[in-house]
């Protein structure tokens, strides 16, 4: 009976196979150089706490993270992230938007946030929900959206 031969070890191709990706925002190896990503001011001692501001209107989304004595320590928004025209409102638009507000701080160590929500916008689920998959422990959400309690009068009635 013939013996079929074994391959050796060193005859056989390797495998190419991709490097797993860490969750991070859209592109940012290239643009961590850049002065965008940079934060507002310099932090001397790691932020792990902290207020993230999201305000949604119908036009825009600009997410704004403070420390809690109130100083904003990095923000951005659907305009600032090349989103333009009618792009901008989408809920998209507001989900890059916060990625790119919040990475540079989950870098950093960032492990709990306190979430306050301004306006009725389109992207405010979508900013929301990002904030919950970027890792960071939530401590509470609160909608800070003035609602009048009967408002102003309104004009008296036209008469044609």
């Avoid at 013939?2 to 925002?25: D, N, Y």
């Avoid at 207020?51 to 004595?69: G, L, M, P």
Wanted: hydrophobic share 35%.
């Amino acid at each position: 009976m013939a013996v079929p031969k074994k391959r050796s070890s060193m005859s056989k191709k390797p495998r190419l196979t991709k490097p797993k990706r860490s969750i991070s925002a859209p592109r940012m190896n290239r643009r961590l150089s850049s002065k965008r990503f940079r934060l507002l001011r310099t932090i001397r001692r790691k932020l792990e706490k902290g207020i993230i501001h999201i305000q949604a209107s119908s036009n825009n989304t600009i997410i704004a993270v403070s420390d809690f004595e109130g100083q904003v320590v990095s923000w951005d928004s659907a305009g600032t992230s090349r989103f333009k025209g009618p792009k901008k409102p989408t809920p998209y638009a507001a989900q890059t938007a916060t990625r790119n507000a919040i990475f540079m701080l989950v870098k950093q160590g960032m492990k709990e946030a306190a979430i306050k929500i301004n306006g009725l916008g389109p992207g405010r689920a979508a900013a929301l929900k990002s904030v919950v998959h970027s890792g960071i422990k939530l401590s509470f959400i609160r909608d800070v959206t003035p609602t009048p309690h009967n408002g102003c009068r309104p004009p008296k009635r036209r008469r044609v």
